[in-house]
Structure formats: C-alpha cells, structure tokens
C-alpha cells in the first residue's frame, strides 16, 4: 500500500524492500579521494547510507544472507568478510563504522579480492548459496586499467553475478556495463545525492538471483517520510581524512 503525504506540492514516497533469501553479497565500495573532494558527507552519509539500505533490505543469518564489504582504491582493504557478523544490526553498525582513505581507483584489484578472498569456504562463502558481488565507483579505473575487464570476466565465470553502480558523470558507463554480468545489472546516480533513488532497483534485481531459504519472497512497504531515510552513523576521523592522498 503507497501512503503519500503532500507538503508544498511535492509528493514524497519513500519505498523499503525487504528480500526473504539466502545470498552472499560482498560489497565493494570505491573510497578514492574524489568522493570527497566536495564534502564528506558524500562518504559519511550518502555512500555509507545507500549500502546501509542495501544490506538492510536482506534477512541476515548464517542460514540466511551473509554480508562482506571491499573498500579498494589504489589499494584494496577488506573491512569484514561474510562470516564476520551474523545479524542485521551487527552488519549495519560496522557499515556505520567504515572510514574513507582516498587514492586512486583501481577496479581489477578490487574485484580480484572479492573473487579470490571473499567468496572462498573459509571466509564464509556458501558453495549452495547464490554470490552476488555490487561494486559501487564515482570513476572510471585509473590503476590496472588494462585487467578491468579481464578480471570482470574470471570473477563472472567463477559463478559470481556482478552489479555495477555509478555515481556522477565522471563514470565510464559503458566499462562498468561490461564489468556487470548483464548491460541491465548496471545502475547510475547522477550525484551522489540521488544515490539512493537506485537502492530499489538493486534489492529488486538481486532478490531474484538469490536462493529459496526455505520459501522466497519479497515484502514492498511504503512509507510517506519528510526527511532523508538515511540513518548512518558518522564515525570519519581526523585520522582518516588525513590519509587522503
């Protein structure tokens, strides 16, 4: 049921999808300098709350859906695997916790991790559960440019579904077309503001490739909101932000 509220003429809806399935999901977030070139709040706020909202939208469970999370730039840090944390609020506040280092961008890197390092046995990956890899950049690959593709291409063969998302003009759309599995599993925000206008499509599109655990379905609920969903907790430092390259 949609319930709507009218305030200066502007209709605002916000929708949360809950998806009833076993996957494992490995998120690789793009944490170069660009991101906050503008403002942090591109990073504290808007990143960290697109990603809260995805991770958010599964039932998480060691029988259920399992999340990891890749930060990469010109290097590539592994921030928990998906074995790490076995209920929802324990993924959301990690996620809450994640800091932003900045540098390049390096995408073969970033998905040769998640292939060889997150969906493995020992770090928690599930041999009967489908893998769902959703990388998420605001540029085009920098470092290792020439093994982007490549690299999609053996990630995808070892029987991982790659979802792609790009925030700002400054992407490569066709590139990260191709890195995704199918041209349609590529999503695009112009601005980070509008990022979390894909969280829906996403949920959606990687319900349907997750297993039954037992019986599969998919909850819509729809909430009038006047403010932001986002619910992230700011937790950037000095430290950090004196990494930036």
């Known amino acids: 049921m949609h319930v709507c509220v009218c305030i200066e003429y502007l209709w605002i809806v916000v929708t949360d999808i809950t998806c009833e399935r076993a996957v494992d999901i490995v998120l690789v977030l793009d944490q170069s300098t660009s991101i906050v070139i503008d403002t942090y709040d591109n990073w504290d706020e808007l990143v960290l709350g697109f990603v809260k909202r995805i991770a958010g939208a599964f039932l998480i469970g060691r029988n259920q859906t399992q999340i990891g999370l890749v930060k990469f730039s010109d290097e590539i840090e592994i921030v928990f695997h998906l074995n790490t944390y076995g209920d929802r609020q324990s993924v959301l506040d990690a996620i809450g916790n994640v800091t932003i280092s900045g540098g390049d961008t390096n995408i073969a890197a970033a998905l040769r991790t998640a292939r060889e390092m997150m969906f493995t046995e020992k770090n928690g990956s599930r041999p009967e559960v489908p893998k769902i890899l959703i990388l998420l950049t605001d540029g085009t690959a920098n470092v290792e440019e020439p093994n982007t593709i490549p690299e999609a291409d053996l990630t995808k063969a070892a029987n991982i579904t790659i979802y792609t998302v790009g925030v700002t003009h400054a992407v ?7 890195v995704a599995s199918s041209p349609d599993y590529f999503f695009f925000a112009p601005n980070f503001t509008q990022l979390s206008s894909v969280v829906q499509q996403v949920v959606e599109t990687s319900c349907k490739e997750a297993a039954t655990q037992p019986t599969a379905t998919m909850i819509t609920t729809t909430t009038a909101l006047t403010t932001p969903t986002t619910t ?7 430290t950090s932000r004196g990494m930036l390259q």
């Open 172 to 178: 490569d759309e066709n590139q990260l077309r191709v």
């Open 232 to 238: 992230t907790t700011t937790t950037t430092t000095t």
